[in-house]
Nanobody, 122 residues
């Protein structure tokens, strides 16, 4: 099983980035997907999740209205569109897959990608 995240980079505050996470080795449509992030010295935190069909989506309060998560089951890929980025969004972003529904706890995800770094300068 592989989850390959990409799309991170160094941007300025107010800019946008789109992260992608392409999976292999799993039946993608059978998994709910989540995005998490971890800043240096901090615990990994939930960012967004969406259901197997993409019809049920939930965001952390800190990104609500700025980030949009989506998936393309034909491409085995989940996306995280990040707009109006802030310096506090700086972190390594991870995608994760779970067979469980409506979960925001990292412990309940089965598979993880290697992460992609997002750095937002002020």
């Amino acid at each position: 099983v592989q989850l390959q995240a990409s799309g991170g980079g160094l941007v300025q505050a107010g800019d946008s980035l789109r992260l992608s996470c392409t999976t292999s080795g799993i039946t993608f449509s059978a998994y709910a997907m989540g995005w998490f992030r971890q800043a240096p010295g901090k615990e990994r935190e939930f960012v967004a999740r969406l259901s197997r069909s993409g019809g049920n989506i939930y965001y952390a309060d800190s990104v609500q209205g700025r980030f949009t998560v989506s998936r393309d089951n034909a491409k085995n890929t989940v996306y995280l569109q990040m707009n109006s980025l802030k310096p506090e969004d700086t972190a390594k972003y991870y995608c994760a897959a779970t067979t469980k529904a409506f979960v925001t706890s990292a412990e309940r995800y089965d598979y993880w990608g290697q992460g992609t770094q997002v750095t937002v300068s002020s």
